[in-house]
């Protein structure tokens, strides 16, 4: 069956520096997500993406994230200098529509140490 | 996006069924009841959804109450695999985010 893969499984950065996570979306979905849950928290909506724009964020979602689709296959999420309380777990997905009748399938995650 | 209420943990026996309750009592019409579970840190799994009729998969079976102001997730013979966090999300149609609550700890005993 086809999954989302993301990449790394486990960052470490120094505060301040920049971090890019990667995902690959299953290939025939047009809709991205990113969420992420700090530890014992909930999983919480950071931005959606569709036909190469952003389509809904959240509060989270600041100047200091953006993300990108630079070619057919990868979505990433930037994080653009990079605070301890960014430490946390994110989850990329992907959908073949949009949300309603079209479940979200979610890959396993990179976990975000910001030190 | 209407809110779901769950209970915070459950606990079910082995090859039993494992039926968890939800319920959104603000659905509109349109808006669709989603299942997801998340075992240990990994990433959200989907399960099941469905909009006004029960619905059943390989995974789970999904009852929704005709006035649509609740659900009743079933796995119909739990294993220990099953214990994870169970969540109840209802989706609106015209929206892109899956708002995940607290949902409910499922933990599955021998």
């Known amino acids: 069956e086809p999954e989302v893969t993301q990449t790394p499984s486990h960052q470490v950065t120094q505060m301040g520096q920049e971090v890019i996570l990667r995902c690959v979306p299953i290939s025939n979905h047009l809709y991205f997500y990113w969420y992420r849950q700090i530890l014992g928290q909930k999983v919480e909506f950071l931005v959606s993406f569709y036909n190469n724009e952003i389509s809904e964020k959240s509060e989270i979602f600041d100047d200091q994230f953006s993300v990108e689709r630079p070619d057919g296959s990868n979505f990433t999420l930037k994080i653009r200098s990079t605070k301890l309380e960014d430490s946390a777990m994110y989850f990329c997905a992907s959908s073949p529509d949009r949300m309603g009748n079209s479940p979200l399938h979610f890959g396993n995650g990179t976990r975000l140490t910001v030190t | 996006d209407a809110k779901t209420t769950q209970p915070p943990s459950m606990d079910c026996a082995e090859g039993r069924a494992a039926n968890l309750p939800c319920n959104h009592s603000t659905t509109s019409g349109n808006e669709y009841v989603y299942w997801y579970r998340q075992i240990h840190s990994q990433g959200p799994q989907y399960i099941i959804h469905?909009?006004?009729n029960n619905e059943t998969n390989e995974m789970a079976s999904l009852i929704i109450t005709e006035d649509r102001k609740s659900s009743t997730l079933i796995l119909p013979h739990a294993t220990l695999r099953d214990t994870a966090v169970y969540y109840c999300i209802v989706s609106s149609h015209s929206g892109y985010a899956l708002n995940f609550g607290k949902g409910t700890s499922l933990l599955v005993t021998p």
């Open positions: 469905g909009l006004k």
